[in-house]
């Protein structure tokens, strides 16, 4: 039985304020521990067929993921590693809750955010005590990898830069080289031999003003200008013969092409490595200011450790666009790219399915709940880390529920790091959970009457599905009593769904029966008079599939299907791909068969 320590627990609350602090700690954290949890809060969910439905395959639950994760801003990341210690059985949890708020923190006109808000989302948020003026205020901003690329661009420092293998010299090259060589011994002596006489240092004074010295901070400097990559290198391999106590640094003009070489004098080898520490610290905080969140990101993914959420495909969509780049058009490119950041995901859902009566369960709290009912699980769990706080928000509740089930959960299935129990018992390794996705419809309620859910969940080809749109406002019971006079393919079993309050799936039993019915309807059989006549159409999958690459989201689903039935006729025959659908409560997707 879990201790009473976590009920109450609360995630360290990290702003701009504290995030360089936290970032330390989170990455000691993640050293440590095994597993790191994640939620996200965002403005919004997908609605109307936009959401994932029991007719989507992995392409399509794609598209509608990649919409949301465009079209919505995370503006709390909670991020919880955690890890499992036997005898007892025991949870250690660190979690952190992050506040973001997208700014253009550089002043460089980039980049331009704008979202969407649902206001349904923002009075729950408020409800549950969201904090917006620290969002706003005090949110941490960030720039993706591919924005960092493009707003490094637009910043010229100078920056030290690695003197390369000399080609063979030309002419042109000993004299520039010659002459710059003469000029930096020259501004060089002033400092390195001063006059001791006052007049000597009249002299040296006046010495360095023609040679046109200038300051680096502190350190005695000078200018080089240069008009090419070459005239560089033979700067670097001029300075490099002349003496050590000189660093140069490479100075860039608005087009980021070098255009001068700063010449900088140090004192002795302990101000030179002070110089070139300062450096590295100013390089560190411009980077820091320019990853933003990133940076936990990039912390995640140098980890390497197994990430474990809820609804990951809709969670990590929105983390890749957001924080790495935009995302691909298909799911095949996107899982290529989010295995070089995450290589391994698990969807805590797809875990408690590996449980009979918990494919039932429509969110979290339900399958805890659940667990806590029916399965005797004796565990410790430890929150070292807390922000002081007494309340938690939603986001920080969830990202501690995903801990919880998921020890719970390991503790049930015999999970185990290295797949090797203490006792020698053979384990299985999370490894085997790892990138299938549930693409989840979040129930409100916190519970589940688990006795009078029925699991009907089945594989179904795309082949026997028909979307049905033109009927006038009906159930799915009167849908399907008012279908059987129509046709002959209604008398077959078949199951009704609504999709939206404009269209439906038909599922046939056998796929041959689907193809006749969608055969007839394109060729205007007078077989279906009666049904044309009500008013009804009918087309098949590969409609749908266009009508969500199109990207038709604003319509409703049979305004969209009717956008795009006309110009794929042919897709009632049987000539496309065909896919499979968990039909009903399970919306598996097993993303790994993309990877082969």
Same mark, same amino acid.
């Given at each position: 039985?879990?201790t009473?320590?976590?009920?109450?627990?609360?995630?360290?609350?990290?702003?701009?304020?504290n995030? !360089?602090e936290?970032?330390?700690?989170?990455?000691?954290?993640?050293?440590?521990?095994?597993?790191?949890?994640?939620?996200?809060?965002?403005t919004g969910?997908?609605?109307?067929?936009?959401?994932?439905?029991?007719?989507?395959? /992995?392409?399509? /639950?794609?598209l509608? !993921?990649?919409?949301? !994760?465009?079209?919505?801003?995370?503006?709390q990341? /909670?991020?919880?590693p955690?890890?499992?210690?036997?005898?007892?059985?025991?949870?250690?949890a660190?979690?952190?809750?992050?506040?973001?708020?997208?700014r253009?923190?550089?002043?460089?006109?980039?980049?331009?955010?704008?979202?969407?808000?649902q206001?349904?989302?923002?009075?729950t948020?408020?409800?549950? *005590?969201?904090?917006?003026?620290?969002?706003?205020?005090?949110?941490?901003?960030?720039?993706?990898?591919?924005?960092?690329?493009?707003?490094r661009?637009?910043?010229?420092?100078?920056?030290?830069?690695?003197?390369?293998?000399?080609?063979?010299?030309?002419?042109?090259?000993s004299?520039?080289?010659?002459?710059?060589?003469?000029?930096?011994?020259?501004?060089?002596?002033?400092?390195?031999?001063?006059?001791?006489? /006052?007049?000597?240092?009249?002299?040296s004074?006046?010495?360095?003003?023609?040679?046109?010295?200038?300051?680096?901070?502190?350190?005695?400097?000078?200018i080089?200008?240069?008009?090419?990559?070459?005239?560089?290198q033979?700067?670097?391999?001029?300075?490099?013969?002349?003496?050590?106590?000189?660093?140069?640094?490479?100075v860039?003009?608005?087009?980021?092409?070098?255009?001068?070489?700063?010449?900088v004098?140090?004192?002795?080898?302990e101000?030179?490595n002070l110089?070139?520490?300062?450096m590295?610290?100013?390089?560190?905080?411009?980077?820091?200011r320019?990853? *933003?969140?990133?940076?936990?990101?990039?912390?995640?993914?140098?980890?390497?450790?197994?990430?474990?959420?809820?609804?990951?495909?809709?969670?990590?969509?929105?983390?890749?666009?957001?924080?790495?780049?935009?995302?691909?058009?298909?799911?095949h490119?996107?899982?290529?790219?989010?295995?070089?950041?995450?290589?391994?995901?698990?969807?805590?859902s797809?875990?408690?399915?590996?449980?009979?009566?918990l494919?039932?369960?429509?969110?979290?709290?339900?399958?805890?709940s659940?667990?806590?009912?029916?399965?005797?699980?004796?565990?410790?769990?430890?929150?070292?880390?807390?922000?002081?706080?007494?309340?938690?928000?939603?986001?920080?509740?969830?990202?501690?529920?995903?801990?919880?089930?998921?020890?719970?959960?390991?503790s049930?299935?015999k999970?185990?790091?290295? *797949?090797?129990s203490?006792?020698?018992?053979?384990?299985c390794?999370?490894?085997?959970?790892?990138?299938?996705?549930?693409?989840?419809?979040?129930?409100?309620?916190?519970?589940?009457?688990?006795?009078?859910?029925?699991?009907?969940?089945?594989?179904?080809?795309t082949?026997?599905?028909?979307?049905?749109? *033109?009927?006038?406002?009906?159930?799915?019971?009167?849908?399907?009593s008012?279908?059987?006079g129509?046709?002959?393919?209604?008398?077959?079993?078949f199951e009704?769904?609504?999709?939206?309050?404009?269209?439906?799936?038909?599922?046939?039993?056998?796929?041959?029966?689907a193809?006749?019915?969608?055969?007839?309807?394109?060729s205007?059989?007078?077989?279906?008079?009666?049904?044309?006549?009500?008013?009804?159409?009918?087309?098949?999958?590969e409609?749908?599939?266009?009508?969500?690459?199109?990207?038709?989201?604003d319509?409703?689903l049979?305004?969209a299907?009717?956008g795009?039935?006309?110009?794929l006729?042919?897709?009632?025959?049987?000539?496309?791909?065909t896919?499979?659908?968990?039909?009903?409560?399970?919306?598996?997707?097993d993303l790994?068969?993309?990877?082969?």
């Amino acid at each position: 039985m879990a201790t009473s320590r976590a009920a109450a627990a609360s995630a360290k609350q990290v702003t701009r304020r504290n995030f !360089a602090e936290a970032v330390r700690e989170l990455g000691s954290h993640l050293e440590a521990c095994e597993y790191v949890a994640v939620a996200a809060q965002k403005t919004g969910a997908a609605t109307g067929w936009r959401r994932a439905l029991p007719v989507d395959t /992995a392409e399509t /639950a794609y598209l509608k !993921a990649k919409l949301a !994760a465009e079209s919505f801003q995370p503006l709390q990341i /909670a991020i919880c590693p955690f890890q499992l210690h036997t005898s007892p059985y025991t949870l250690v949890a660190y979690p952190y809750n992050f506040h973001l708020f997208p700014r253009d923190e550089l002043q460089l006109g980039m980049p331009s955010y704008s979202f969407s808000c649902q206001s349904s989302y923002l009075s729950t948020m408020a409800n549950d *005590g969201f904090d917006f003026n620290m969002c706003i205020y005090d949110g941490i901003s960030y720039l993706s990898r591919v924005q960092e690329s493009l707003a490094r661009q637009n910043i010229f420092t100078p920056q030290l830069r690695q003197l390369l293998p000399s080609p063979s010299t030309s002419v042109a090259d000993s004299v520039f080289m010659s002459r710059i060589k003469s000029r930096i011994v020259h501004w060089r002596k002033g400092y390195a031999e001063p006059s001791k006489t /006052a007049e000597g240092s009249l002299v040296s004074s006046l010495s360095k003003l023609i040679l046109g010295g200038e300051s680096y901070g502190s350190r005695p400097s000078m200018i080089i200008d240069v008009c090419s990559d070459r005239q560089v290198q033979l700067v670097l391999e001029a300075v490099n013969r002349i003496s050590d106590d000189l660093v140069p640094l490479v100075v860039p003009d608005k087009a980021g092409a070098a255009r001068a070489v700063r010449l900088v004098f140090t004192s002795s080898k302990e101000d030179k490595n002070l110089l070139l520490m300062d450096m590295q610290k100013l390089e560190d905080e411009q980077n820091f200011r320019f990853r *933003g969140f990133r940076e936990v990101i990039d912390l995640l993914s140098s980890s390497q450790k197994p990430i474990i959420s809820y609804n990951c495909l809709n969670d990590l969509t929105m983390m890749h666009t957001k924080f790495v780049a935009p995302l691909p058009s298909n799911v095949h490119e996107f899982m290529c790219s989010l295995r070089m950041v995450f290589p391994s995901v698990v969807d805590i859902s797809h875990m408690w399915k590996e449980i009979g009566p918990l494919r039932k369960a429509k969110n979290i709290q339900a399958a805890l709940s659940y667990l806590q009912r029916q399965y005797f699980v004796p565990m410790e769990i430890e929150v070292p880390q807390q922000d002081g706080t007494n309340s938690a928000t939603k986001n920080e509740q969830n990202v501690l529920r995903i801990t919880k089930l998921f020890a719970k959960l390991s503790s049930l299935l015999k999970i185990s790091p290295k *797949g090797q129990s203490q006792s020698d018992e053979q384990c299985c390794t999370v490894e085997e959970y790892c990138n299938i996705f549930y693409p989840c419809t979040v129930e409100e309620s916190d519970d589940v009457d688990f006795a009078n859910e029925s699991d009907t969940t089945k594989t179904v080809s795309t082949d026997n599905v028909v979307f049905l749109w *033109g009927f006038r406002e009906k159930s799915c019971k009167e849908l399907r009593s008012h279908l059987t006079g129509l046709h002959h393919a209604f008398s077959e079993d078949f199951e009704v769904k609504l999709l939206d309050k404009t269209c439906s799936a038909l599922i046939f039993r056998s796929s041959d029966t689907a193809m006749e019915l969608l055969q007839e309807i394109s060729s205007e059989s007078p077989s279906l008079n009666n049904f044309l006549s009500e008013g009804l159409k009918a087309a098949g999958f590969e409609v749908y599939r266009k009508a969500c690459r199109s990207g038709l989201w604003d319509s409703d689903l049979a305004e969209a299907l009717e956008g795009v039935s006309s110009e794929l006729a042919a897709s009632t025959l049987s000539e496309y791909s065909t896919s499979q659908i968990y039909w009903n409560n399970s919306l598996m997707l097993d993303l790994k068969e993309y990877l082969d």
